[in-house]
């Protein structure tokens, strides 16, 4: 199972930090990636991580202001998100692939997604 927690309400130009907690099985042998939908369009991609946290992918609508990174040993993959917009306004979900290798943007690549968690950026 995977958790995700961290969404709310932040301002323009503010930062939010995601969480993606796992369950029942080791995350460490999973690449992750975060996906985002908001109201009216579909799913995109917007970050992954292999498992070992040393190769990262970004969406270029977030280069240079979101953060993906892990810590194997809480189980746990984070979103650091900075300098967010309005445009970021979406329900965010993690997802997991099994294997040490590192995965794309697709959701397809994923088999294992939590519920999401919302993420509101307005003034």
């Known amino acids: 199972q995977l958790v995700e927690s961290g969404g709310g309400l932040a301002q323009p130009g503010g930062s939010l930090r995601l969480s993606c907690a796992a369950s029942g099985f080791a995350l460490d042998f999973y690449a992750v990636a975060w996906f985002r939908q908001a109201p009216g369009k579909a799913r995109e991609g917007v970050s992954c991580?292999?498992?070992?946290?040393?190769?990262?992918t970004y969406a270029d609508s977030v280069k240079g202001r979101f953060t993906i990174s892990r810590d194997n040993a809480k189980n746990t993959v984070y979103l650091q998100m900075n300098s967010l917009e309005p445009e970021d306004t979406a329900v965010y979900y993690c997802?997991?692939?099994?294997?040490?290798?590192?995965?794309?943007?697709?959701?397809?690549?994923?088999?294992?997604w939590g519920q999401g968690t919302q993420v509101s950026v307005s003034s």
């Open positions: 991580i292999d498992s070992s946290g040393a190769i990262t």
């Open positions: 997802a997991a692939a099994y294997g040490t290798w590192a995965r794309g943007l697709q959701e397809h690549e994923y088999d294992k």
